[in-house]
Each structure stands twice: as structure tokens, then as C-alpha cells.
């Protein structure tokens, strides 16, 4: 049975961090799907168009390039239920596993129709470095018919929210920040332009 990843992420914008999770979870599974989605819970959000053009650059941006890592738009939604139901039309009878952040779990019980998402998905939880999995939290998400599983990777400790309120350049991919300083997302975008592919990294 052909195994597909389902990640969704706010992406505002998507980070170094993004970008480690995307390669590890195309190592581990056949097919790999991440798209930007508005997130009910979060008041204000960069427009979808931006968000997701930006996690295609992160995409482009992986050496060696993922050939089952692919950008599909075309499933996001506010409801993740909505979402699934999509895979399901898309990959008949596939394994499908929903991938979704420890800074998460705590508001997932109260997520559109959570129950029978669920009981449709696998679901990965993705360490994130000051979110600490409360055992109880599991438990609730246990009741509700999930196995969660926790991802075995080392995320970098960097955040969207970091970047949106400090600008720093190690946050994002060089092509990440340059879209950003050029569509003037963000208020760090008002920074000088001499900082922008000042930090070159290598690998994620």
C-alpha cells in the first residue's frame, strides 16, 4: 500500500524548519504532500497565494531535490477533514498519515469534526523545541481513536513568528527572504537589503 505524508502548515512564512521536516518525511514515506493553509485559530495570516509560493521555493531549494515531495494547493482547507477527504478522492486506498506539529495537539481535539478525522488518517506528531508532549493531551487525542506516533527527527529551533516579529535571516531559505524583501510581506522586510543571502547555508 503506497504510503503518503499530509502536511499543511500556516507557512507564514515557511521556515529552515519547514524545510527539515519536508526532507525527512520524503525519506520515509512513498509520497510526500505539503500545502499552505489557513489556520481558524491564528487572526491574522499573510494572503494563501504568498504562502504558497514560498514553500515552492523552499522545495526547489532542497539539494538533492525529493522527486515524491510536491506541492498540491489544491488540498488545502481550514478543515483538515476537508483536506483528507480530498487524498482519499486523490490516492484510492492509500495509507494516508497527517502530519501535523507538537505546538498542535493541544487544540486538535477541538478541530472540525476531530473524531472522524481521526479515524481516516495515521497521525505524526513533529517534535518542536518548546512544545513538550503532555501525556494527557495524548491521552484525549487517544480517545477520539488516534494512535499518534512522534516523529524520530531534530527540528531547527526557529519559528515563523520569530521571523515575522525580529526578521532574522537564519529563520528562512536565502530564495525565501529574497521573495519576502520583494513582495514586502513582513516588517522586517524594511531592513537593509545588504542582509538578505548574508547567511548562506548549506543542506537544510
Known amino acids: 500500500m503506497v504510503s503518503i505524508a499530509l502536511f499543511g502548515t500556516s507557512a507564514d512564512p515557511p521556515t529552515a524548519g519547514h524545510q527539515t521536516i519536508l526532507c525527512w518525511l520524503a525519506d520515509h514515506f512513498d509520497e510526500v504532500a505539503v500545502w ?17 509560493a514560498m514553500l515552492q521555493l523552499l522545495i526547489d531549494d532542497i539539494d538533492p531535490p525529493r522527486r515524491n515531495l510536491h506541492l ?15 487524498a482519499q478522492q486523490r490516492w484510492v486506498g492509500a495509507d494516508l498519515t497527517l ?17 472522524e478525522l481521526l479515524q481516516h488518517v495515521k497521525l505524526l506528531i513533529v517534535p518542536r523545541p518548546g512544545y513538550e508532549l503532555k501525556e494527557a493531551e495524548l491521552n484525549v487525542l487517544r480517545q477520539l481513536g488516534a494512535t499518534p506516533t512522534l516523529a524520530d527527527l531534530s527540528v531547527p529551533a526557529v519559528s515563523s513568528t520569530a521571523y515575522r516579529e525580529e526578521g532574522d535571516p537564519e529563520v528562512v531559505t536565502p530564495p525565501i527572504e529574497e521573495y519576502i524583501h520583494r513582495e514586502h510581506l513582513y516588517e522586517c522586510q524594511d531592513a537593509p537589503h545588504d542582509t538578505l543571502l548574508a547567511h548562506p547555508r548549506g543542506g537544510f
Open 36 to 52: 499552505a493553509a489557513d489556520n481558524p485559530f491564528k487572526s491574522h495570516q499573510t494572503p494563501l497565494a504568498h504562502r504558497a
Open 72 to 86: 498540491l494547493q489544491e488540498l488545502s482547507s481550514p478543515r483538515a477533514l476537508v483536506t483528507v477527504q480530498r
Open 99 to 115: 502530519v501535523v506539529g507538537a505546538d498542535l495537539v493541544p487544540q486538535l481535539p477541538r478541530w472540525y469534526r476531530a473524531q
